[in-house]
């Protein structure tokens, strides 16, 4: 198998009955996995909700880690439109031209970094730096303060050897805490000191609600992110005229970054907890039992994209699900799209080649399925 190929491991029980469960620390989901119907309850909020225990939506669920909740995430309306109101213009902050220019010299700066070394491993020492220092952007705080964050490694959650990890969980937490009592102290322009000087429906956000948010913007953007970015170079590496064609042909870059994100799906699922019993796909859905939005599935449901399983970069329709649906739709994907775009403009430019040395896939483990979501790691070599 290619290293850039992902092969659709829902394929069957998508096309045979739209759904499937998974085990989740005894507290199990019903996957949904058409696009149709992901759809459908995404929209239905009032039946399947999100405000449910802290972390009890996420899968594998983090209420064994985590009980702050993360706003708006875990927040349903009529709660969820203040918050939403009170962060978007903030997180549509990666439009404008400084925005854009300051991530340019950073995603440039690391390309060319990599363009004079033999080898480069992606994960760790590309896709996690590059990540790390665009979240100072995003938070309006330092740019060496990425240096903390990526002595964490890649994943926040997760150790080499637990799928859940509360020590490694905390680290992040503490931090958080402390960044904040330091903005109390000390304020400034970053995200930290315009959360604490807002107010929702009148009243300033409490510590919680403000830890709430800055827990989403990092655990939220981390992982996906470093994903994207690996899995797009491992796609270039074995479609070099694909680079060549967005180079001839940059007005592609827009559409190429929707298709990458379509096929790659960085994030499996999200779940939904019920709120009374309810049928999907015609199978009975108990009040409080969770059913998982399946966005990987529904990326490749034939029914809605032609050829689903093959990358195509100009594709014309594509209502992938790989930033959500819904009033949930992700809060972080203005600045994840102006990301790629850049990094793909970057690489257009500057490298003519990618060449693969060796490659570790990530393979989640979803009970009875198998789904290639990355890299552990994957290590190349760009060409001048």
């Known amino acids: 198998m290619k290293v850039s190929e992902f092969p659709d491991a829902f394929k069957k029980e998508r096309e045979e009955k739209g759904y499937d469960s998974i085990e989740d620390q005894n507290d199990p989901a019903m996957m949904i996995l058409g696009h149709k119907d992901v759809r459908k309850c995404a929209h239905q909020w009032q039946t399947f909700?999100?405000?449910?225990?802290?972390?009890?939506?996420?899968?594998?669920?983090?209420?064994?880690?985590?009980?702050?909740?993360?706003?708006?995430?875990?927040?349903?309306?009529?709660?969820?439109?203040?918050?939403?109101?009170?962060?978007?213009?903030?997180?549509?902050?990666?439009?404008?031209?400084?925005?854009?220019?300051?991530?340019?010299?950073?995603?440039?700066?690391?390309?060319?970094?990599?363009?004079?070394?033999?080898?480069?491993?992606?994960?760790?020492?590309?896709?996690?730096?590059l990540q790390s220092r665009a979240l100072t952007l995003l938070l309006n705080i330092p740019y060496s303060e990425a240096?903390?964050?990526?002595?964490?490694?890649?994943?926040?959650?997760?150790?080499?050897?637990?799928?859940?990890?509360?020590?490694?969980?905390?680290i992040l937490y503490n931090y958080i805490?402390?960044?904040i009592d330091k903005a109390i102290e000390n304020?400034?322009?970053?995200?930290?000191s315009q959360l604490l000087n807002s107010k929702v429906?009148?009243?300033?956000?409490?510590?919680?609600?403000?830890?709430?948010?800055?827990?989403?913007?990092?655990?939220?953007?981390?992982?996906?992110?470093?994903?994207?970015?690996?899995n797009s170079i491992a796609y270039f590496s074995e479609h070099p005229n694909s680079l060549k064609a967005l180079k001839e042909n940059p007005a592609m870059i827009n559409k190429a970054v929707e298709e990458l994100v379509?096929?790659?799906?960085?994030?499996?699922q999200m779940g939904r907890v019920a709120t009374k019993d309810a049928e999907v796909c015609e199978h009975a859905v108990k009040a409080d039992s969770r059913i998982a939005l399946n966005w990987a599935s529904a990326n490749r449901d034939e029914?809605?994209?032609?050829?689903?399983?093959?990358?195509?970069?100009?594709?014309?329709?594509?209502?992938?699900?790989?930033?959500?649906?819904?009033?949930h739709n992700c809060l972080g994907?203005?600045?994840?799209?102006?990301?790629?775009?850049?990094?793909?403009?970057?690489?257009?430019?500057?490298?003519?080649?990618?060449?693969?040395?060796?490659?570790?896939?990530?393979?989640?483990?979803?009970?009875?399925?198998?789904?290639?979501?990355?890299?552990?790691?994957?290590?190349v070599q760009f060409n001048k």
């Open 262 to 268: 379509r096929y790659f799906t960085p994030l499996t």
């Open 147 to 170: 240096d903390l964050w990526i002595s964490w490694g890649t994943h926040v959650f997760r150790s080499e050897d637990t799928a859940l990890d509360a020590d490694k969980a905390n």
């Open 49 to 129: 909700q999100s405000g449910a225990k802290p972390g009890r939506i996420v899968i594998p669920s983090e209420v064994n880690i985590r009980e702050t909740r993360q706003i708006p995430f875990e927040v349903d309306p009529p709660e969820h439109k203040s918050y939403r109101n009170l962060l978007e213009a903030w997180f549509k902050r990666p439009l404008n031209e400084d925005y854009k220019n300051q991530l340019t010299t950073q995603i440039e700066s690391i390309v060319d970094e990599v363009l004079n070394k033999d080898a480069i491993e992606v994960v760790g020492d590309f896709s996690l730096p």
């Open 177 to 179: 805490d402390q960044e």
């Open 187 to 192: 304020p400034s322009e970053s995200l930290y």
């Open 303 to 327: 029914r809605v994209f032609e050829n689903p399983n093959e990358v195509v970069l100009d594709r014309k329709v594509n209502p992938h699900l790989s930033f959500g649906f819904g009033i």
């Open 201 to 230: 429906n009148g009243k300033k956000l409490t510590k919680e609600e403000v830890k709430g948010v800055m827990i989403l913007t990092f655990a939220g953007g981390r992982d996906t992110v470093i994903n994207a970015v690996t």
């Open 333 to 379: 994907a203005t600045h994840a799209r102006q990301i790629l775009r850049i990094l793909l403009a970057t690489l257009s430019k500057k490298v003519t080649s990618i060449d693969v040395l060796e490659a570790k896939e990530n393979i989640e483990d979803l009970g009875n399925f198998k789904r290639k979501v990355g890299f552990d790691s994957l290590k």
